[in-house]
T-cell receptor, first 115, second 113 residues
């Protein structure tokens, strides 16, 4: 158990819909990362927050947004969903920024299926 | 753009043998590399890391080698066990201030009993 909690574990929805994925980092970790894992793209970095502020951004679509709340939990919002958005979405946390440590603690992921 | 890639998608080894998983990177400015293991149905798990001022680092049954001349790193697993069966990813820190971790495509390690 990494200590990172993601909900929901599974989610099935239709194209055009909007979903919110939630992540609770390990106790005390200030950094939260979101990754998308699909068969053809591997693990793709989406976005990173540190203590509530956005610190790094990957190839995150404009239809996707995220935020980190004062209690350090984070949410990833996916809107106008398309079939290609079907993937595993991982949240990870670390005590420090990735520039200082590459040891991220990953949750078990949220599997999104768009029909 | 710069990327981290893996030579082999699948590696099959006999239990007890040593395993070597390779990774190439293209950004000569990369200075920090990490290996992760992902078991089926789970999130990736940190194994070991190495900074560019080192060429070798050892952990418990694992060794990471870094060859900056040819921009290549490898993960060696000694006495491979069935529990080592997983997908292995190399990653490097990239992006502004190095706060992005960019993962390679992954190698699936299968351990035969």
């Amino acid at each position: 158990d990494s200590g990172v909690t993601q909900t929901p574990k599974h989610l099935i929805t239709a194209t055009g819909q909007r979903v919110t994925l939630r992540c609770s980092p390990r106790s005390g970790d200030l950094s939260v990362y979101w990754y998308q894992q699909s068969l053809d793209q591997g693990l793709q970095f989406l976005i990173q927050y540190y203590n509530g502020e956005e610190r790094a951004k990957g190839n995150i679509l404009e239809r996707f947004s995220a935020q980190q709340f004062p209690d350090l939990h984070s949410e990833l919002n996916l809107s106008s969903l398309e079939l290609g958005d079907s993937a595993l979405y991982f949240c990870a946390s670390s005590a420090r920024l990735a520039a200082l440590t590459g040891e991220l603690f990953f949750g078990e992921g949220s599997r999104l299926t768009v029909l | 753009g710069e990327s981290v890639g893996l030579h082999l998608p699948t590696l099959s080894v006999q239990e007890g043998d040593n395993s070597i998983i390779n990774c190439a990177y293209s950004n000569s400015a990369s200075d920090y590399f990490i290996w992760y293991k992902q078991e089926s149905g789970k999130g990736p798990q940190f194994i070991i890391d190495i900074r560019s001022n080192m060429d070798k680092r050892q952990g418990q049954r694992v060794t990471v080698l870094l060859n900056k001349t040819v921009k290549h790193l490898s993960l060696q697993i000694a006495a491979t066990q069935p529990g080592d069966s997983a997908v292995y990813f190399c990653a490097e820190n990239t992006g502004n201030a190095g706060n992005m971790l960019t993962f390679g495509g992954g190698t699936r390690l299968m351990v035969k009993p």
